[in-house]
């Protein structure tokens, strides 16, 4: 079976919290840059992709992390106690 491996690369602190002059210059001095790499999270765009990733991830598999992505699982809302 084929699957798409698409993502969506999203800014983990938002854009428009560098709007803010004083808000950007801070957030940089604390060195966090608005498009550095360390400020983006790829967020895969279906959810059965993520389920494959996620098996791969809790087998042991160093698949993502050879590839140069890190990454973690993260329980979904609904399953917190």
Known sequence: MDYLW?????HIIPEKAYDDVLVGQ????????????GNKIALF???????IA?????????FYLDAGFGGSVHPRARDWP
């Open 6 to 10: 698409q993502f969506h690369v999203h």
């Open 26 to 37: 801070a957030l940089e001095a604390a060195g966090f840059f608005q498009q550095a790499k």
């Open 45 to 51: 765009a279906s959810s059965e992709t993520a389920a």
């Open 54 to 62: 996620r098996q791969s991830i809790n087998s042991g598999s160093s």
